[in-house]
């Protein structure tokens, strides 16, 4: 038999006689628990939802049928249905069917409000999903999308020259602080294909950093978050004029900010829990001894504020320590405090690539204050510079 309709040889349902009342008789359909089938049975795994061309396929589609190895599901912005009886929709399922005119629905609940948009936060659900995909042809990681990002830009009122290779001009920066989800399992593509600061120029899932500025309630103090460099420029070259969505040849930034040196500790271990790229993540100041560190506690050589977390580690050898910079790019204060109070910032990990001022991102840090052990904010140290740099 040719085709892809066709009976099914497992997970299918009985029909089994059932006494539904005194003297009444009849018959039910029985299926399989979901929680009980393999993996690949759950939708979430159907190639519809796993290799990248058909996401903006299912995401631009005003109705979807989907024929599974177990179901046939149907999904629409209004509803959905499944055969068999069984209508429950794990969440993340919904994340999965949820196409684009369910976000365009919020964005015109939104405007109807007079309520901004957010078009960091819908973006975000895109490049999360997306970045999970497969794609056969590498450079294919922008095209594929590519309708997905005009539908958003109309639905957003912005043009294509604000599309900066996967990425929006408003509130770029803090876009750029992105992580990936497995830094042992993200890889570069060989060829070009983004600049550094962008999550298309890495083959991996991604982890999109959103940011809120306004102030929020956190206990019983109020903080603040804000952007703390300044975006120069930013520009990408376009493969070709008339796919303002599309392949990219070049991209820079350029912005001023604050800078500090940094070792990356490339090791193997667990720490607090949680296992982050190459171990701990840690860093420290390459201008601190042993000595000063062990004053301040940090008795295994590395500095309990600063988390790195590396897009691809396998570009260094293991159980090395990596020199880097670190750039400032958020940070989170108390109101009305100034950089003495800061808490907690993001940023960019950078590497120079040419020069003295130009750098390729290669992972993301984050830095904690903590107040007990009465210890500095990272960025307010002797050693940091403030720098105008290009990051490519």
Partial sequence: ???????????????????????????????PEPRFLPRSAHPVDYPLFTRGWTYQE??????????????????????????????????????????????????ETLVSSNKPPNLQKSWSDVVENYSQRKLTVENDKLPAVAAVAEQYANSMSVSGEDYLAGLWREDLLSQCLWRVWDPKKTRRPVAYRAPSWSWAAL??????????????NDMEERRVSCCTCVLIQAETTLSSENMPFGNVQTGMMRIRTKMRRVIWLNQDEYRDGKYQALGPSCGRDPDMSDEELALLGHLDGADPRLTINIDVVGEWAASSEVGLWSAEIHAVSRCGGDENEVESAEGLLLEPVAGTDTFKRVGTISVQTREYMREPYWFSDQSTEWREITIL
């Fill in 1 to 31: 038999m040719q085709g892809f309709l066709q009976p099914r040889t497992s997970f299918r349902g009985f029909t089994l006689a059932a006494r539904l009342d005194d003297n009444v008789f009849g018959s039910v359909l029985a299926m």
């Fill in 203 to 216: 083959d991996g899932a991604i982890y999109p950093y959103v940011h809120v500025p306004q102030h929020e």
């Fill in 58 to 107: 299912h995401q631009l589609s005003p109705r979807v049928l989907i024929y599974g190895s177990r179901e046939i599901i149907y999904w629409c912005a209004e509803s959905s249905h499944r055969d068999g009886g069984n209508e429950h929709f794990h969440w993340q399922e919904h994340n999965h069917y949820a196409s684009l005119l369910f976000y365009q629905a919020q964005l």
